[in-house]
């Protein structure tokens, strides 16, 4: 499924906004490419985790529906999961903008 040109806009515009509010919590670049790197290994699992709540939400969803069942709990289920993704995504995004800028500025020289 290939994404509408807006939608590609609009998790953009989210991903800038992640990252902007990183540099105010947090600095705009990392102390050295390991801080980095480790940073986004921690994002990196948050969004496996999600990803095996939609598998195993997915997988619940197939009873529901050979037993027909209100599907209504586990597509919501898998809504939250999507959105939770979504976000953990978006942070995956913001470190690795980080990391470039340090790269750039030669911060981890």
Known sequence: ?????????IIKQACVHELAQAVLEHGDKFNSMHE????L???IEEVQCEIADIDGDFKGLWECVVNNNALNDGVQYIQKSAIRAMKEL????????K??????ENVYL
């Open 1 to 9: 499924m290939s994404f509408h040109e807006k939608t590609e806009s």
């Open 36 to 39: 980095g790197w480790a940073v």
């Open 41 to 43: 290994k921690e994002e």
């Open 90 to 97: 978006a942070q995956v995004w913001a470190v690795c903008e």
């Open 99 to 104: 990391m470039k800028k340090g790269v750039e």
